[in-house]
């Protein structure tokens, strides 16, 4: 090999490995493969769904020609039949709307999804909707690209916060890839199902979903989900009215929210065997379209009626109220699709309506029942998923009609906050509330709101005080033995006068009044805190009044005093509630890694005369299925490696089975 060639050697294989220990350079290289990996899910979904829809309404329906019209009852049912036994034997997170899963994985599991998951889901869902049930395709593929990217970061035994990045990009790659939505995807993954903002987090979701939103334009086309006929708003007093149309969609969000899980609450309480509900709810959704075809599967097609003014008002009102009969039947029974389709269609109907009604009632003054319409779906998911950012990005990327937009963001925002007014739960995290999950806990979790004043505080007994007729002289005195820079001054009832400082005294000084009292310079008029208040209220008089101290009285007398709340003190009570918050924090990790690995995790203290001790861990008989995790000493953590000697008063933190926990202590204290 020549010198040249050699170089050029080493220069590959400094970059190589300069890659592989970068960590945004791998997470990115791993989110560019789960993007195209969710790209081409989706559109082998789509695919499955078409193929299902086929079978079963024209293959299946010249085999049950002799049923005439009324064939399409029982198609449903028939999709139930297989759908049920599948998710009940192969993948129970199958079932269902999908996203609840993936926040559930993602909050307690470390983003692990079993890889059966894809397969399972990918089939029952494209033949639920494909016979005919009442639900949407992006649960589905969320869950579908969510496993994949799960299924990346167990193959590669990630770290969780990893593989949840991972999860998130998957998310990212099915909503970009089925509904042509790239930036949307990005803000789904990053508002629902990882609920925080990073750079790296931001950086890896976006690549993916951009690497999933190419395939599925290669494959699907680059056009807008819903055609939209030409309309302009007509001013801006027309933004009440859209304002109003937000609140009504609070409501009607809440009540498919509501509905949704009433189902599956009658489902859940029948005694009746759980792989053949489904096929129930197929018989309740066959009903309903052999009326209402339009209720058969995402509804797509409806909405875009709705969109060109082609249903009538009766119509249009009637078929608000069965979609969401339709889809809690279908999904509440045990069927497996996702809730955005359903809602991009209730709010359609709710927004045409609307945008019929006002317009016959001026029709100069509004837009066509087209832009209402728009409106509406976006404001009906963000009532009932909470996610504003996404239902205003969706509807903007699958319609690519900007002219919309400020009613758009006005009418979204005041649904979701008005329905979370309404109920805190999300249509996917009530699901989750239900099981005893809580998928906020820790993150929206304020410390100060959790701390009393009274808990906080210095008690009046142990603390100096000072009366209104004390010498100038004496504070000085009692300032320089308490170092405290500022003192609660009583009245001779022992009730509160007002507050010195130390800026007080020093101010006195300068202007010669030492041979004065305590009364010619304290503040008399203060600001006081009680007992049963929060540190978070209390906080709010430290900022507005720039002060160091504020005293608690008693909320029954005013004028007592029991305390006083110091900037330092407020430190310290956030300190110890924050060290607790990490303990408790630190023993659910450790009970999640146990279940998760199947392992103990021990801690073992070396005493003097232990047989480890002066040992090296190498030199030990530690079991097989022991492996030592870290080492304290003193203050310091050590990684154990097998030269390292133990000594006395080390702390050994191992992961141990059940049945060989004895065996390793005796292995350290030598008594085997």
């Known amino acids: 090999m020549t010198h040249n060639a050699a170089r050029l050697q080493d220069r590959v294989s400094t970059a190589y490995n300069r890659f592989w220990t970068s960590e945004s350079a791998v997470m990115v290289l791993l989110a560019l493969l789960v993007g195209i990996g969710g790209g081409f899910g989706a559109v082998i979904f789509r695919w499955l769904i078409g193929s299902f829809h086929h079978f079963y309404f024209d293959t299946l329906g010249e085999w049950l020609a002799f049923m005439g019209p009324y064939y399409v009852i029982i198609v449903p049912a028939l999709g139930g039949l297989l759908v049920g036994p599948m998710i009940y034997f192969l993948a129970r997170e199958a079932k269902?709307?999908?996203v609840p899963e993936?926040?559930?994985a993602v909050v307690l599991h470390g983003g692990h999804i079993r890889p059966i998951v894809v397969v399972v889901k990918s089939l029952a869902s494209s033949i639920c909707i494909g016979s005919g049930g009442s639900a949407g395709r992006e649960g589905p593929i969320v869950q579908i690209g969510s496993a994949l990217g799960s299924t990346f970061g167990r193959l590669l035994h990630l770290s969780d916060e990893r593989t949840k990045?991972?999860?998130a990009c998957g998310a990212a790659a099915g909503i970009a890839a089925t509904f042509n939505a790239p930036i949307a995807g990005?803000?789904?993954?990053?508002?629902?199902?990882?609920?925080?903002f990073g750079l790296m987090q931001f950086t890896t979701v976006v690549v993916a979903s951009v690497a999933s939103s190419v395939i599925g334009r290669i494959f699907l086309g680059d056009v807008p989900a819903f055609p939209i006929p030409p309309y302009a708003p007509v001013s801006a007093w027309e933004l009440p009215v859209y304002a109003l149309l937000g609140v009504v969609a609070a409501f009607v969000g809440v009540g498919f929210t509501r509905c949704l899980y009433w189902f599956e609450d009658l489902f859940d309480a029948w005694h009746f065997p759980e792989y053949l509900k489904p096929a129930v709810g197929g018989v309740l959704m066959g009903l309903l379209g052999f009326w209402f075809p339009q209720l058969f599967g995402v509804g797509y097609g409806a909405i875009t009626a709705v969109l060109h003014n082609q249903l009538l008002v009766g119509a249009v009102a009637l078929l608000i109220l069965l979609k969401i009969l339709a889809t809690?039947?279908?999904?509440?029974?045990?069927?497996?699709?996702g809730v955005f389709a359903p809602s991009l269609f209730v709010g359609s109907m709710l927004g045409g309506l609307f945008g019929l009604i006002v317009h016959r009632w001026m029709p100069a003054g509004t837009a066509t029942p087209a832009a209402y319409a728009l409106v509406g779906m976006s404001a009906v998911f963000a009532a009932a998923a909470r996610a504003p950012?996404?239902?205003?990005l969706i509807l903007f990327e699958m319609t690519q009609d900007y002219r919309i937009i400020l009613p758009l963001m006005l009418a979204t925002v005041l649904s979701a906050v008005v329905a979370r007014w309404l109920d805190r739960e999300s249509i996917y995290t009530l699901k989750l509330k239900r099981r005893g999950i809580d998928v906020f806990a820790g993150k929206d979790l304020n410390l100060m709101q959790a701390i009393m004043v009274a808990e906080a505080m210095t008690p009046i007994d142990q603390m100096a005080t000072v009366t209104a007729d004390t010498p100038l002289r004496e504070l000085a005195r009692i300032f320089n033995e308490t170092h405290h820079h500022g003192l609660v001054v009583l009245d001779e009832n022992k009730n509160l006068f007002g507050v010195v400082t130390l800026a007080d005294l020093e101010r006195a000084g300068s202007e010669r009044l030492m041979s004065g009292h305590v009364r010619d310079v304290?503040?008399?008029?203060v600001r006081t805190a009680f007992p049963d208040e929060t540190l978070e209220d209390a906080l709010r008089h430290f900022g507005s009044l720039d002060v160091g101290r504020i005293p608690v009285v008693d909320r029954a007398n005013p004028k007592r005093v029991i305390g006083m709340l110091r900037r330092g003190d407020i430190i310290r009570a956030y300190s110890h509630a924050y060290m607790d918050k990490q303990s408790r924090l630190a023993q659910a990790e450790r009970?999640?890694?146990?279940?998760?690995l199947g392992t103990r995790l021990v801690e073992i203290r070396l005493r003097d005369g232990d047989g480890a001790v002066g040992k090296t861990l190498q030199e030990l008989c530690i079991p097989p299925k022991c492996i030592v995790a870290s080492l304290r000493r003193g203050h310091h953590i050590l990684i154990p490696r097998g030269q390292t000697r133990l000594e006395a008063d080390d702390v050994i933190i191992a992961l141990t089975t059940e049945d060989q926990e004895e065996a390793f202590k005796a292995s350290l204290t030598g008594s085997e």
């Not at 009970?591 to 998760?596: D, I, N, T, V």
Request: charged content about 15%; hydrophobic content about 45%.
């Open 96 to 98: 269902g709307h999908g």
């Open 102 to 104: 993936v926040m559930e």
């Open 165 to 167: 990045n991972l999860v």
């Open 186 to 196: 990005v803000m789904f993954a990053l508002e629902i199902i990882l609920a925080e």
């Open 328 to 337: 809690s039947a279908t999904i509440g029974s045990g069927g497996s699709g």
């Open 389 to 392: 950012i996404t239902s205003i």
């Open 522 to 525: 304290c503040t008399t008029r």
């Open 591 to 596: 009970a999640r890694l146990e279940h998760q």
